[in-house]
């Protein structure tokens, strides 16, 4: 059983940047990836970024040139760097692990972390 608990949310200005963490504990057994989610309000959970343990990457168009996905395979833990936020990147931020680059979500949700980018 993998837990993922996500962190490092918050209030920021447009134009701003955030960093959030996704520590993932457990069994790690067909997971090779690790994506990042977000949910707005009365919007479906969307894909943003996935990274798999070997490096290679993958966005949203609308992230993309903005966000960085990274890993740190000691930790466990996952980052999504966001700069240049936009009010429209606010949004529950979710991780869950994956197999392979464009493998879908095989783990139970965490509590997600919330972002706001407001003036």
């Known amino acids: 059983q993998v837990q993922l608990v996500e962190s490092g949310g918050g209030l920021v200005q447009p134009g701003g940047s955030l960093r959030l963490s996704c520590a993932a504990s457990g069994s790690f057994f067909s997971i090779n990836a690790m994506a990042w989610y977000r949910q707005a309000p009365g919007k479906e959970r969307e894909w943003v970024a996935t990274?798999?343990?070997?490096?290679?990457?993958n966005y949203a168009d609308s992230v993309k040139g903005r966000f960085t996905v990274s890993r740190d395979g000691a930790k466990n833990t996952a980052y999504l760097q966001m700069n240049s936020l936009k009010p429209e990147d606010t949004a529950v931020y979710y991780c869950n692990g994956q197999r392979g680059l464009l493998g879908v979500p095989r783990l139970s949700w965490g509590q997600g972390t919330q972002v706001t980018v407001s003036p």
């Open positions: 990274i798999t343990t070997g490096g290679l990457t």
